[in-house]
Each structure stands twice: as structure tokens, then as C-alpha cells.
């Protein structure tokens, strides 16, 4: 990950005249989050361990429950909305992206190239904050896990989808490649107002972007099932050759 960042930055500064907005997309978690141990306790008081999932089944047996009893009644409904979707249970993830933390911040290379554009071009960063709620994942910076309808940020960013609908091409790199750029890129694929024949102004920089430890299969997936998308995959060095 730390060489993917390395060619951001490269990417960031060499080409600043040819880049015309950049859009950051930064977790900003709470501790206290559904998908953080704190959240959750068993029978014994024990908080689950990281990379634990979190059953339908285990909510209903008491396996795990809410510390919070006001929680209760919502993590179980998330649970149960996600597994209806059929695509994965609730993971306990390690703290990360913890709001007001060194860990919340862009990496030292990829800041570095961020002001380096900032200076040739005298542009502002797009930044886009997600993950706030407490009581949904955002894997995609495009909209929720499961959207709580009292929330307007957990729904689909329209805003967002219209900027990126107006550049003519979109360069996407960063992490992970199997869970937050996966589920972005999936999502605007779905939702771009582009014809298909158009996707393959969406090119996905491979080499600057990483899955999560164990997740490699994940991220080779969302790579296939994007090039069968008509995506373009390419590398940093010929992004603008």
C-alpha cells in the first residue's frame, strides 16, 4: 500500500496540468460503530474480536447483542437487511479512520502530491466524507450499506455522480480494491448516466490501489467483473501516455 501511495503522489504531481479535479473520498468512523468491537458485547461482556462475523443468527441468539440496549432493535434489522442482500454479514473490522485521529488523514505521499496539483493548478480537492453513521457501513463512497432514511448521507450521492458525469475520463486508484474502491466503482457503474459503450472512460488504476489481507480474491473479482464491463484497467505510467 505504501508503493501504491508513492504512485499517487508521482501520478499527482507529473500530470497536474492534465488532471482537472480531484475527489478524496476519506472514512471518517466513529470508535462507537456497528462494524468496530466496541459496539458489540456477548453474555460475558466480551467484545468480539476484529474480523469476526456477526450472524443474523448470532443477534437473535444473544451470541452477541448491542452494549448499547437502545441499539439493539437496529443492529439486528442492519444485520438482517444486509444478509437479505446476499452479498456479506456484518465483519468486525480493526478501528480505522477514527475522526480527529492520525489515522483519519491522507497518507504523507498522497498529500504530498495532492498539494503539489493544488500549487501548479491552484484547484480545490473535492473531499468526501463517509462512513459517519453509526449504524451502517459505507464501504462505497456513493451511498450506504443499508440507508437509514433519517440520514440524507447515507443515500445514493447524486451530487457527486453529476460531477464525475461531467469529466472525460475518471481515474480511480486508492483503498482498498476490495471493499471501498470495489463498491464505489460498482456503484457508479450502476448509477453514471453514461451508455455502456461509454465505460471504458472509467479507467482503473491497478497499481495504486491494494486489497485487504485475505480479501486478494475479492479485489481480483471486482477487477473481472469490471473489465467484463467494458472499464478500462491499466496501470499509473499509462494513464497519460
Same mark, same amino acid.
Given at each position: 500500500?505504501?508503493?501504491?501511495?508513492?504512485?499517487?503522489?508521482?501520478?499527482?504531481?507529473? +500530470?497536474?496540468?492534465?488532471?482537472?479535479?480531484?475527489?478524496?473520498?476519506?472514512?471518517?468512523?466513529?470508535?462507537?460503530?456497528?462494524?468496530?468491537?466496541?459496539?458489540?458485547?456477548?453474555?460475558?461482556?466480551?467484545?468480539?474480536?476484529?474480523?469476526?462475523?456477526?450472524?443474523?443468527?448470532?443477534?437473535?441468539?444473544?451470541?452477541?447483542?448491542?452494549?448499547? /440496549?437502545?441499539?439493539?432493535?437496529?443492529?439486528?434489522?442492519?444485520?438482517?437487511?444486509?444478509?437479505?442482500?446476499?452479498?456479506?454479514?456484518? @465483519?468486525?473490522?480493526?478501528?480505522?479512520?477514527?475522526?480527529?485521529?492520525?489515522?483519519?488523514?491522507?497518507?504523507?505521499?498522497?498529500?504530498?502530491?495532492?498539494?503539489?496539483?493544488?500549487?501548479?493548478?491552484?484547484?480545490?480537492?473535492?473531499?468526501?466524507?463517509?462512513?459517519?453513521?453509526? +449504524?451502517?457501513?459505507?464501504?462505497?463512497?456513493?451511498?450506504? /450499506?443499508?440507508?437509514?432514511?433519517?440520514?440524507?448521507?447515507?443515500?445514493?450521492?447524486?451530487?457527486?455522480?453529476?460531477?464525475?458525469?461531467?469529466? /472525460?475520463?475518471?481515474?480511480?486508484?486508492?483503498?482498498?480494491?476490495?471493499? @471501498?474502491?470495489?463498491?464505489?466503482?460498482?456503484?457508479?457503474?450502476?448509477?453514471?448516466?453514461?451508455?455502456?459503450?461509454?465505460?471504458?472512460?472509467?479507467?482503473?488504476? /491497478?497499481?495504486?490501489?491494494?486489497?485487504?489481507?485475505?480479501?486478494?480474491?475479492?479485489?481480483?473479482?471486482?477487477?473481472?467483473?469490471?473489465?467484463?464491463?467494458?472499464?478500462?484497467?491499466?496501470?499509473?505510467?499509462?494513464?497519460?501516455?
Amino acid at each position: 500500500m505504501d508503493q501504491d501511495a508513492e504512485r499517487i503522489k508521482k501520478l499527482l504531481s507529473e +500530470h497536474c496540468t492534465e488532471i482537472t479535479s480531484v475527489h478524496v473520498t476519506l472514512d471518517s468512523h466513529q470508535r462507537m460503530h456497528i462494524a468496530h468491537s466496541v459496539f458489540w458485547q456477548d453474555g460475558a461482556g466480551r467484545s468480539p474480536d476484529p474480523y469476526t462475523l456477526i450472524s443474523v443468527e448470532d443477534v437473535k441468539s444473544g451470541k452477541w447483542r448491542a452494549v448499547n /440496549e437502545a441499539d439493539q432493535e437496529t443492529a439486528l434489522a442492519y444485520v438482517q437487511e444486509l444478509e437479505k442482500k446476499d452479498r456479506f454479514k456484518l @465483519c468486525i473490522w480493526p478501528e480505522h479512520c477514527i475522526t480527529g485521529t492520525e489515522g483519519h488523514n491522507v497518507t504523507a505521499p498522497v498529500n504530498e502530491g495532492l498539494n503539489n496539483w493544488i500549487d501548479s493548478t491552484r484547484g480545490t480537492i473535492d473531499w468526501i466524507h463517509k462512513g459517519q453513521n453509526v +449504524h451502517t457501513e459505507m464501504y462505497s463512497a456513493l451511498k450506504a /450499506e443499508v440507508v437509514d432514511a433519517s440520514d440524507p448521507d447515507t443515500s445514493l450521492n447524486r451530487a457527486l455522480i453529476e460531477r464525475l458525469s461531467r469529466c /472525460e475520463r475518471i481515474l480511480v486508484c486508492g483503498q482498498a480494491k476490495s471493499h @471501498c474502491v470495489n463498491f464505489t466503482v460498482r456503484d457508479l457503474v450502476e448509477h453514471l448516466d453514461w451508455p455502456k459503450e461509454q465505460l471504458h472512460r472509467i479507467w482503473l488504476l /491497478e497499481d495504486a490501489m491494494s486489497s485487504v489481507a485475505t480479501f486478494e480474491q475479492a479485489g481480483e473479482q471486482f477487477i473481472a467483473d469490471m473489465r467484463e464491463a467494458g472499464l478500462t484497467i491499466t496501470t499509473t505510467n499509462k494513464a497519460f501516455a
